[in-house]
């Protein structure tokens, strides 16, 4: 075989059209959820959504793909290969998906009771995301240089079960209520993705599976509406105009910057999940035959965050953990270059906002339920057997985070009767809701801190386990875990009073006891065996 040259060397061949759908298909369902979960769970206004953060999150789709597609033909012209394929990089769905549900909606929600008028909340939440891409992709890009250290510090069963415990309860259970509020489409949306993705069926047109659901279930969506047999409150959207809406630079994430604080034991593990990601991602190319270097993968996709975030832009961008997925159907690196573009120029165009927002949540939440349902395996299938329980322990914080979103609701219960339940103390120990929000609060460091702990005690490293929970204690005390702030802000431990002390201190102090408790067993004598 000769040698590709640069004039030689193609940029697309037919396989690029299949990966091009897919890869389309799964920015667009992410896209399409945020603005469902914005829009019709919290009333975010849709033109700041359509025409301010869609804008600059496309661009950083945009930004990602072509750096990966020149990555892929230098790739190809070193190597002398001509069947290099490029690193697929699109909106990542769990942080993605977490954005929309624990950070921009609620804030909005805190901004409009703190008084504001819906433009200027939603603006004020607009700041807040892009201040968060910026925060999230700047540890991006530090940690690009130390990633490989990281994974070798942080267990594998910490790293995988606190982002699946998140993944199950929030990315499975929310979306799946969401699903089920239109039984008819979500269940046979539902249900077909399940056939195409799981039980890999046969279908009887050769189109991408996830595709053929979204127009079935779309399609199912506003017959019943128009014949007047779908669920209640059915509405056709009001159409989008199409209109240029460039993300140009702006330095107003800066005033969203302050308000990224109590959300930070969110946004930073966020940013280090994608980091561990990118060099699977990396290892996972390097096995099929595409030998990325890792630091470059981290570093492009740091980039392309933070392009997104100065641009006006809410979600990040990661690489997929396709690519040996897409290098099978025959994608070389064309189709990194044709989304890239789609995405980009049409997020410019208004032409996605227009797509997604003729996209039903019944149709786009089923796709999120499955993502989360094959994190929560992935979680499992990834880590040691013995590890198994210190991922399913990283999953209970979670369930504690999903109790404070509905019981945070105000619709549900009132503010006022919100603080007496924090507040009551009856019987023996803290009150109930009280140990629900703090347990809740900074719920995936947590995951993290306790499934490391526990991971060292499977191994008989007590001395590091004792570390561990010690690191915990001191988090604690400053609420990066376990706020006694019912938003989960941080603070200093000395400002308390009240039952707020009382909590941060008996916490800290619980961590410290057992941490105490192993340093003194790590000091017995190892048995012996004859």
């Not at 399940?194 to 279930?217: E, Q, T």
């Not at 990325?292 to 961008?317: F, I, K, N, P």
């Not at 010690?470 to 431990?493: D, K, N």
Request: neutral net charge.
């Amino acid at each position: 075989m000769n040698k590709p040259t640069s004039s030689s060397l193609r940029w697309f061949v037919p396989g690029d059209l299949n990966g091009f759908f897919g890869l389309v298909v799964d920015n667009l369902s992410i896209l399409g959820f945020i603005a469902a979960a914005l829009v019709g769970i919290f009333g975010f206004p849709a033109e700041v959504v359509f025409t301010r953060m869609f804008p600059g999150t496309a661009l950083g789709v945009l930004v990602g793909n072509l750096i990966y597609t020149a990555m892929a033909r230098r790739l190809a012209l070193r190597s002398g290969r001509d069947d290099v394929t490029a690193m697929p990089l699109g909106l990542d769905a769990p942080t993605s998906i977490g954005m929309a549900l624990l950070v921009l909606g609620p804030a909005f929600a805190q901004f409009r009771a703190g008084g504001m008028d819906e433009q200027a909340a939603a603006m004020a939440t607009w700041q807040l995301g892009m201040a968060s891409l910026m925060v999230m992709g700047a540890l991006k890009l530090v940690l690009s240089f130390a990633g490989d250290a990281i994974t070798r510090i942080v267990p594998r069963a910490a790293l995988l079960g606190s982002i699946g415990g998140a993944a199950l309860v929030l990315l499975g259970f929310l979306p799946l209520i969401e699903t089920l509020r239109s039984p008819v489409v979500g269940l046979a949306t539902f249900g077909l993705l399940l056939y195409v993705l799981v039980a890999k069926g046969r279908l009887p047109v050769r189109i991408p599976g996830v595709l053929l659901a979204f127009i079935v279930g779309t399609t199912l969506y506003y017959g019943l509406g128009l014949a007047g047999l779908g669920a209640p409150g059915f509405k056709v959207p009001e159409a989008v105009a199409f209109g240029i809406t460039p993300p140009w630079p702006t330095l107003a994430f800066i005033d969203g910057l302050p308000h990224t604080v109590p959300y930070l034991s969110l946004l930073l593990p966020f940013g280090l999940l994608m980091v561990v990601g990118g060099i699977n991602v990396a290892e996972s190319a390097r096995a099929a035959g595409d030998d990325y270097r890792t630091r470059d993968v981290l570093l492009a996709e740091a980039v392309s965050t933070l392009v997104a975030g100065l641009c006006g832009g809410v979600a990040q961008t990661t690489p997929y953990i396709g690519q040996p997925a897409y290098k099978h159907m025959g994608a070389r690196m064309g189709y990194t270059l044709l989304t890239g573009l789609f995405v980009g120029i049409g997020g410019m165009l208004g032409i996605v906002s227009g797509l997604v927002q003729w996209l039903p949540l019944a149709v786009l939440a089923p796709i999120i339920v499955y993502v989360g349902l094959d994190i929560t395996v992935q979680a499992f299938q990834s880590t040691r057997r013995e590890h198994a329980i210190a991922v399913a322990l990283a999953f209970l914080p979670s369930v504690a985070y999903l109790l404070v979103i509905k019981l945070g609701n105000p619709a549900w219960i009132a503010p006022q009767r919100f603080g007496e339940l924090y507040s009551s103390v009856e019987g023996h120990g803290l009150p109930d809701l009280a140990t629900i929000v703090v347990l809740g609060n900074g719920f995936i460091i947590t995951a993290m801190l306790w499934a490391s702990a526990l991971v060292a005690m499977i191994e008989q490293r007590m001395r590091l386990a004792s570390l561990w929970l010690l690191v915990a204690a001191v988090l604690t005390l400053f609420g990066v875990v376990h706020s006694v702030h019912p938003q989960g802000g941080v603070y200093l431990p000395w400002a308390l009073d009240g039952l707020a002390r009382t909590i941060a201190w008996q916490f800290a102090a619980g961590y410290a006891v057992l941490a105490g408790m192993l340093a003194l067993l790590s000091l017995q004598k190892a048995e012996t065996r004859a």
